[in-house]
């Protein structure tokens, strides 16, 4: 018999639940980036990944409820995994740009912070100073935020080191914890489409036997019929031919009485 094991039930269910937990933790994640702004964080990662962030894990989110009904449903179930394989593709494309997005600007950190530097406003530049205690980037001298912990004289005495390397440090070490975290969730999303193809695979199966053994009774009940047309056949020709018998010999039998009637009548009027 084909049909959805419970092992294979239990694997799908434990995916769709990991795809689930991930979701909601990317929507708390983005959610709480976009609540609490963080000057330094802003540096690395503007609102518009976080913003992708959070649509993965609401469409994760929803997607993992279409799977549990999936899981428990007979009826359509094998449209409704399609579309949930078709959602866990079109998530798994995103995270999946989304991390080679956030890794490629880890090649080319060096060159895009120098000209970001410069673009940065003092308040964001006096995060990075007083966090790190340090002036400028490339030296004291480059494009430094005045304030109490970089002030003129430590300036142009050059008596802080420069940012540079503490700002790349800081960029290389959350970006990295970024594309780990998406390619992560690339994993989770093969591991559930895995499962769901899995389980879209049994659906088909057992929908073919259902199919074929639903022929085989069919064929079966048609030759039966068949078998009964055959051997009632010869009881109807039998049939017919007493009917037709009775036909025949029934006339002549009412026709013997009234012939002795009628020879006996002229017999008796001759003889009169």
Known sequence: MVG????????????????????????????YFISTPFMRREAVLTHTPIWVAIGIGISMSVSSIIGFIVAFSRHKARTKIAFFIALISVILVITLCLGAYVWFQTLNVRTLYEDRWKEWTD???????????????????????????????????GLLSPCEDKILQYVNTYLRNIYTTLFLYTAVDVLTMLAALMLDQTLKDQFRYEKSVAKMINLHNISMSQDQQQISEPQMQMQMRRQNHISVTAPRRSLLPNASIHNYSVIHGQHQ
């Open 123 to 157: 308040t964001l530049k006096e995060a990075f100073q007083s966090n790190d205690n340090c002036c400028g980037y490339k030296s004291t001298l480059d494009s430094p935020a005045f304030s109490d912990t970089c002030t003129k004289e430590i300036v142009y005495n």
């Open 4 to 31: 959805v094991t419970p092992g294979l039930r239990k694997i799908y269910l434990l995916s769709v639940t990991l795809f689930m937990l991930a979701g909601w933790t990317a929507l708390g994640v983005g959610a």
